[in-house]
């Protein structure tokens, strides 16, 4: 499957403990976009990276929030001391800049639940 | 960012023909309509977008009114697998345009 992964696809922790999720885009995509989604609603912008740069960053990116593209492949999003309104579906898409255009292709998503 | 509208929830038997409606009275000249779906458990799927032209791929066709002021995402014979939230988003085309915004979209439910 050449498709975005995430893992882990769930976690469970409790409140104040730091997690970390990983994501791995499309091979030769250089662009990488984190989401969150609570239930009802629509995914929710929170960074983007254009190969390892970080271009953009939501205000809902707290400072307990923070994201890495080290070598411009994969990307870790780490939240620390988690709190119960961070429970949510974190989801990873990756896309190729080609023009103007670009699909963005979504990964499966890591549901976090913070007890 | 252009604001969408959308109804909350559909229904469509089997075989028969969606149609999503889509409202978008604010959008600029610049922006692109995009229609995303979500099926339950998984990530948004991109589906089809457009300018002012009627666009149609394999999955769907998209009508844009002339105006640009709305439009709608038709699938011709929906299945139940076609059973999402389907997410209309408008958006430009500029150099650092990255994000999509999405609303709450519509929940299709797809029967026999």
């Known amino acids: 499957d050449t498709g975005v992964s995430q893992d882990p696809r769930h976690k469970i922790t409790k409140r104040g403990q730091n997690v970390t999720f990983r994501c791995d885009p499309i091979?030769?995509?250089?662009?990488l976009y984190w989401y969150r989604q609570t239930l009802g609603q629509g995914p929710e912008f929170l960074t983007y990276?254009?190969?390892?740069?970080?271009?953009?960053k939501s205000r809902l990116l707290s400072d307990r929030f923070s994201a890495e593209r080290p070598k411009g492949s994969f990307s870790t999003l780490e939240i620390q001391r988690t709190e119960q309104g961070d429970s949510a579906m974190y989801l990873c898409?990756?896309?190729?800049?080609?023009?103007?255009?670009?699909?963005?292709?979504f990964g499966p998503g890591t549901r976090l639940t913070v007890l | 960012d252009a604001k969408t509208t959308q109804p909350p929830s559909m229904d469509c038997a089997e075989g028969r023909a969606a149609n999503l409606p889509c409202n978008h009275s604010?959008?600029?000249?610049?922006?692109?309509v995009y229609w995303y779906r979500q099926i339950h458990s998984q990530g948004p799927q991109y589906i089809i977008h457009?300018?002012?032209n009627n666009e149609t791929n394999e999955m769907a066709s998209l009508i844009i009114t002339e105006d640009r002021k709305s439009s709608t995402l038709i699938l011709p014979h929906a299945t139940l697998r076609d059973t999402a939230v389907y997410y209309c988003?408008?958006?430009?085309?500029?150099?650092?345009?990255?994000?999509?915004?999405f609303g709450t979209g519509t929940r299709l439910q797809v029967t026999l």
């Open positions: 898409a990756s896309s190729y800049r080609q023009g103007a255009y670009n699909e963005q292709f």
């Open positions: 091979s030769e995509h250089n662009r």
């Open positions: 990276f254009q190969n390892e740069a970080q271009l953009e």
């Open positions: 604010t959008i600029s000249g610049n922006e692109y």
């Open positions: 457009g300018l002012k």
């Open positions: 988003i408008v958006r430009a085309h500029t150099g650092t345009a990255s994000k999509l915004t």
